[in-house]
């Protein structure tokens, strides 16, 4: 079948991006596109083409003809650490500090209340590489990629539809480090990764209050995950691990499971002269009740993204806002596990930035083809745990910068 075909052209594709991604959400990308992206990663109730599935699967439901996007985001985090108080190490930068990540979506309308779209896209990691530090700082590495392939089926009537999204999701983890220096564990030294895939879905939905105001709403189930014994052994390392002797403290080890969040998100976008489009976010992703994360503490986190966007002949303009609260607490210092909990938290999974500014545009070359761009600037955030058992306090600091390229083809 021709759907399958793009599907495992959109797989393919998928696998060969860069293995490391960054985002401004906890660990997931606040938005898939060009067009969401400078619009703050708003579009829940905004349609903006056959990408428009990341946001609310029913949005397809306004397309027309069949559609195909192709883009590409470079991320370039800058992420700085002072690994363990106790060695007296000076802060190192991180070395992890570009990555590319491809979105792929097509859309096709089949009648008139029926839509279909495939879509591919890196939508979620983190990692830092501390392998290149003095001595004295731990060298630590680590990398988490998740990918999607999303199939949805969108349906419409005059001022309302309905959308549905069955989600392949593909994941990587790799964590390591040479902790030896304070007389603890060399974990993962050949950097192996370990995978794991699931399946999820989307469900959304859209109304026209007026024919410039909609509303919207989607809700995404979690994703489970299990990396093999990447985060228990990194925990092993550091004594965590039962029965009590050699390393072990007898302390109950981490665990391997790493679910991806169940997310709700709500929208509204109005449209003002047929030249200016106003769009508002309400996203929260459940950190909180998702293996792995609850256990290092993780909270729900609440994001408020905003846009603006200009349309005029042949050409669109937008800017945006995206504020998400830093979704990791701090555990009580002083307790052996929790210190190392809030070591591993800061060290190796720094999501901690909190707000991002937006701008981008489009241009149409042809009534068939558009380039469009994004650009993405989060402010420094600086995070101080403590981790009294290792000697004080691990502060981390981290701010990012993004550019994305679309090419838009209607036919």
Request: net charge neutral.
């Amino acid at each position: 079948m021709r759907i399958n075909k793009i599907a495992a052209s959109l797989i393919t594709l998928g696998m060969a991006a860069s293995p490391l991604a960054f985002a401004t959400n906890g660990d997931e990308m606040m938005a898939v596109g060009s067009q969401s992206t400078a619009l703050g990663g708003s579009g829940v109730a905004h349609f903006m083409g056959a990408e428009s599935v990341w946001a609310n699967p029913a949005m397809l439901g306004k397309s027309k003809g069949s559609e195909f996007v192709g883009g590409v985001v470079s991320f370039t985090p800058k992420v700085n650490n002072n690994g363990v108080p106790a060695l007296s190490g000076q802060p190192a930068d991180s070395t992890a500090s570009t990555s590319y990540i491809p979105d792929l979506s097509y859309s096709s309308r089949m009648s008139d209340n029926l839509t279909y779209g495939v879509s591919l896209a890196g939508i979620a990691g983190m990692g830092v590489d501390y392998k290149g530090a003095a001595g004295t700082h731990i060298k630590a590495k680590s990398a988490l990629s998740i990918m999607r392939v999303v199939m949805t089926l969108a349906y419409n009537q005059d001022n309302f539809g309905v959308g549905f999204s069955p989600i392949f999701q593909s994941g990587s983890l790799m964590l390591s480090y040479d902790a030896s220096g304070m007389g603890m564990g060399n974990v993962n030294a050949a950097e192996s990764k370990s995978s794991s895939s699931s399946v999820g879905f989307t469900l959304g939905g859209y109304y026209d209050v007026a024919p410039a105001f909609t509303v919207g709403g989607a809700y995404q189930s979690k994703f489970s995950a299990k990396y093999g014994t990447q985060i228990s052994a990194a925990g092993n390392g550091f004594g965590l691990c039962q029965p009590a002797g050699g390393l072990c403290m007898g302390l109950a080890p981490f665990g391997d499971d790493l679910d991806q969040p169940a997310q709700l998100k709500l929208g509204a976008a109005y449209t003002m002269a047929e030249s200016v489009t106003l769009t508002a976010d309400y996203k929260l992703i459940k950190w909180g009740s998702a293996a792995g994360y609850k256990d290092f503490n993780w909270k729900d986190q609440t994001v408020i993204a905003v846009g603006a966007k200009y349309s005029a002949n042949g050409y669109w303009l937008g800017a945006g806002y995206n504020h998400a609260n830093d979704p990791i607490e701090n555990m009580a210092a002083g307790v052996y596990r929790n210190d190392a909990i809030n070591f591993f938290n800061n060290m190796f999974f720094p999501a901690v930035v909190t707000n991002s500014y937006t701008l981008g545009g489009g241009v149409d070359f042809s009534k068939t083809l558009a380039v469009e761009g994004s650009y993405v600037m989060t402010p420094k955030v600086t995070k101080v745990a403590p981790v009294t058992n290792f000697g004080g306090s691990n502060t981390t600091t981290h701010s990012q910068s993004s550019y994305s390229v679309s090419l838009r083809y209607k036919f």
